[in-house]
């Protein structure tokens, strides 16, 4: 008899319309740099606001990190916030005008593993992706 229960994959419907778990932190980032966020779950949704304090403070949003060259992000002004329903196990954020621009992320965790989730590249053949 095998003990080798099945796991939560990433079309695990149930596992999005439970409550997710919080996943909260803020940063300040340099012009040119690039934070990276691996999550050891799958997400189901991200929040994120650009605290940025001039009116010059750019953030960009991406989900490969080939994304910045290939012009697959979403820039996000100072005030801006982002709020989406997105699955992902990893996100890329980077400066894109400004100095030591104030960021924050706020995310809600699935139980999926990140192991059970697919790869997203551009090379694999998810057009947008980067």
Known sequence: MSINWPQNGEYAVASYQMSALPYL???II???RVHE???PFVTRFINIAN???VV???IALAFTER???TGNYITLNQGDTIHEEIRTTRMYISCSQGTAVDYQIFCGITNIPE???LPITGSNGHPGVG
Do not use: C, W
Request: proline share 0%; no cysteine; glycine share 14%.
């Open 67 to 69: 994304g910045f060259t």
């Open 51 to 53: 605290r940025g304090s």
């Open 115 to 117: 192991r059970m989730f």
């Open 25 to 27: 932190t803020s940063s």
């Open 56 to 58: 010059t403070d750019k």
């Open 30 to 32: 340099n012009l040119g």
């Open 37 to 39: 966020y691996e999550f």
